[in-house]
């Protein structure tokens, strides 16, 4: 009893030393080389660059410009989400536990390994991955994001899918109807909220991957951005980070509003 006292007094120095190790741990694994005698004329051509970015660079109709990459973007990263939504929710229904007092369940735990392993390639991974497939452009960027997706929405919706209040599907089969009727008319609509706003929100996490998956050639402004960073066209950088700034800003409010009313 004295010595459990004393920890609980005194614990937080065990911790302290605990992570102090971790750490050092840390620090030891990594390598400092320290810093570039350029740096500091580079931070400040970055800098300076940042500050007076090129406008001529929003809009000049030759298709590169950056209105154009922003919307080829977005589309990577709409037809990403959306034929993502549509192929998890078999996957969800497969990964979702129907008895929740059971504590095996052999096809509910054999779908969300599956969906584990899905989400385990990062999106950066499958995108060369699918350059290697199909070639650079906006289409390995769409599958892409497009299977990485699949792997979160699903688990989202599994999860949806088993929270959900049974008491309208109960009462369909009491009134005679068929499994058919169940899913449509009462488990569909109960989850079709959660459905959207999980879509919703993860198209938002899509424009943001979408920036970058250009940097490997899938397409997108970040392919752009590359070229310009290479160049050290630091104006160039500038407008382009503003225009991923001002498009991600406005994803993130238009979808947080339709959420908010979803839910």
């Known amino acids: 009893m004295k010595n459990q006292t004393l920890f609980n007094r005194f614990g937080y120095i065990f911790w302290i030393f605990i992570i102090g190790i971790i750490y050092l741990w840390a620090f030891k694994g990594l390598s400092f080389t320290g810093l570039q005698s350029s740096a500091g004329e580079v931070s400040r051509s970055i800098f300076n660059g940042l500050i007076h970015p090129d406008w001529k660079y929003v809009y000049n109709g030759s298709g590169e410009d950056l209105f154009t990459q922003l919307l080829q973007t977005l589309s990577i990263a709409f037809l990403g989400t959306f034929v993502a939504s549509i192929l998890s929710v078999p996957f969800s229904f497969w990964a979702a536990r129907s008895d929740m007092k059971k504590k095996i369940h052999l096809r509910s735990t054999s779908g969300k390994v599956i969906l584990v392993i899905i989400r385990t390639f990062p999106e950066i991974v499958l995108a060369i991955m699918f350059i290697k497939a199909v070639g650079p452009g906006s289409f390995a960027g769409v599958l892409a994001l497009g299977i990485h997706s699949i792997g979160m929405l699903g688990k989202l919706f599994s999860e949806s899918i088993e929270n959900m209040d049974n008491g309208s599907t109960e009462a369909m089969y009491s009134m005679g109807g068929n499994k058919m009727d169940g899913l449509f008319l009462a488990t569909f609509p109960a989850v079709m909220p959660s459905l959207l706003s999980y879509t919703l929100y993860q198209f938002e996490i899509a424009v943001r991957s979408a920036s970058i998956l250009g940097m490997v050639g899938a397409g997108g402004i970040g392919t752009p951005l590359l070229f310009a960073i290479q160049t ?24 947080g509003t339709l959420r908010k009313r979803l839910v």
């Not at 050290?232 to 979808?255: A, E, F, Q």
């Open 232 to 255: 050290r066209s630091w104006p160039r950088v500038g407008i382009i980070l503003l225009g991923i700034i001002i498009m991600v800003t406005l994803i993130d409010w238009l979808s």
